[in-house]
């Protein structure tokens, strides 16, 4: 797991799939369109969206074989927690098609991130996650995007 302000993310070394998804984040604002946005077919993609945060207990704790996940928040603000995945127990078997693998929340994560605009999260195969948590008592509406890159395509 990778936690950052955008502005840094050239000091990571993780060639030219990484590279091409921050050149697209970096063009992002609040206003940008919810949808999918191909930016290298199936290898690399963005999804800007926006909902309602959640408490846990409603929340989904996952990881992902295939892709990394790279988030940041463009409106509002919302908390990541993160789990190493030794010793999860797993809530729903990982789905190929979807590549999505869903565990029991054992207890609040290890790493509790706010993350707000400004910031990312890039979330490795062995992370497991849990976004769209509520800051606080209270559920907001966030806008959030989430680029994609296939984990074999990126560079140590």
Not at 27 to 37: F, H, M, Q, V
């Amino acid at each position: 797991m990778i936690v950052d302000c955008l502005e840094n993310w050239k000091i990571y070394p993780y060639g030219a799939a990484w590279k091409s998804a921050f050149e697209f984040l970096m063009t992002l604002t609040p206003n940008a369109e919810e949808k999918k946005y191909p930016l290298q077919g199936d290898d690399i993609y963005a999804m800007v969206m926006s909902y309602e945060t959640r408490t846990p207990e409603t929340a989904v704790l996952e990881t992902h074989r295939k892709y990394l996940d790279i988030q940041a928040v463009l409106d509002g603000g919302e908390v990541m927690e993160w789990f190493p995945t030794g010793g999860l127990v797993i809530n729903k078997p990982y789905e190929e098609s979807k590549d999505v693998e869903f565990y029991i929340r054992p207890h609040p994560g290890l790493a509790r991130l706010e993350i707000t605009p400004g910031m990312f999260v890039a979330f490795f195969p062995h992370d497991a996650h849990m976004p769209y948590l509520m800051i606080g008592n209270k559920s907001e509406r966030v806008k959030k995007v989430v680029v994609k890159i296939k984990a074999e395509l990126l560079m140590p």
